[in-house]
């Protein structure tokens, strides 16, 4: 049932997203995995419709909020209101209380904005007026950034960077389907899907957990983690808790492609994915080249000069 269950998710959302089977694993997989999602791309490729069709498949809650550079903690986390009439204060909940966040250009928002997302990402969990609230469960941020040199945008913080499991860019379509695009020939993110439920969602995760990952794989894992550690165009390499998001997408990934257990593919599939964001760059190196292309150069140097397990 869960495997029939991922094939019908992911068919129904390449419905709404043509041509994108690879990047829409991904996105289920860091569902699967408890994380939280970073797209980078360009406006109108499809990163809103991707946030509302994944809510929809599992009819969970869903919110967009649009961030601006004068949007205030509150507008996120919500408000203490008084009422006059009964004489008491009352708490009124944010969007942030949701099952799926799609927090739109996240780096338009001053730092101090953005700092509010920090604790709902890595606790569930935020705190109001000496109150801590749990946030409902699935709780999954997909942040959409802006490129760095757009006008009016600020840099998210190395801290909040790491909160997310995964970056990603969607890119545009080949020809066959933007021409589909373009036409309007493709289904609508409007209409539901509903193809399951929450208890089903959480059954899902509850299954990636159990994948297995192999001795020889898991040594792989720590290998290429330690190796961003040492590699002489990085300043400051990937933190454990980076091994710790790299195993855990893993796991997904092998769940959302049928299988029980991790294989060295995923690994290396995955690497730059989950590890590329949660590197510093040497300033020698970045003058040179983008930082993106010089992330990718420096993950695939990683990969080819070390061992892969069998």
Do not use: W
Request: charged residues 25%.
């Amino acid at each position: 049932m869960p495997q029939t269950l991922v094939h019908f998710v992911l068919d129904a959302l390449e419905k709404r997203l043509l041509g994108k089977r690879l990047q829409l694993e991904y996105a289920l997989a860091c569902l699967l995995a408890r994380g939280h999602l970073l797209i980078e791309d360009v406006p109108g490729v499809g990163k809103t419709t991707l946030a509302k069709s994944l809510a929809s498949c599992f009819d969970v809650k869903f919110r967009r909020l649009q961030f601006t550079s004068d949007l205030l903690p509150s507008d996120l986390i919500g408000v203490t209101i008084y009422k006059q009439r009964e004489e008491v204060f009352e708490f009124v909940p944010g969007p942030i209380f949701t099952n799926v966040l799609l927090a739109d250009e996240i780096n338009r928002a001053n730092p101090k904005t953005q700092s509010a997302l920090l604790e709902a990402m890595h606790e569930g969990q935020i705190s109001h007026d000496s109150q801590t609230m749990i946030l409902p469960k699935p709780f999954f941020v997909i942040a959409t950034q802006n490129s760095k040199d757009h006008y009016g945008t600020f840099p998210l913080p190395e801290s909040q960077l790491d909160r997310f499991l995964m970056r990603l860019k969607l890119g545009y379509p080949n020809a066959k389907f933007e021409k589909q695009v373009i036409q309007g020939d493709y289904m609508s993110s409007d209409i539901a899907i509903n193809a399951s439920h929450l208890d089903d969602l959480l059954h899902l995760q509850e299954q990636a957990d159990q994948v297995s990952i192999s001795e020889e794989v898991m040594d792989y894992i720590y290998q290429i983690v330690r190796a961003t550690r040492a590699h002489d165009a990085i300043r400051i390499g990937v933190s454990p808790r980076g091994g710790q998001a790299l195993y855990r997408s893993v796991k997904a990934l092998a769940m959302v492609r049928g299988r029980t257990f991790a294989i060295p593919d995923d690994v290396r599939e995955l690497a730059g994915i989950v590890c590329g964001h949660r590197i510093l760059l040497k300033s020698t190196v970045t003058s040179a080249e983008g930082e993106d292309e010089a992330t990718t150069m420096i993950f695939q140097d990683i990969l080819e000069s070390m061992p892969s397990p069998v």
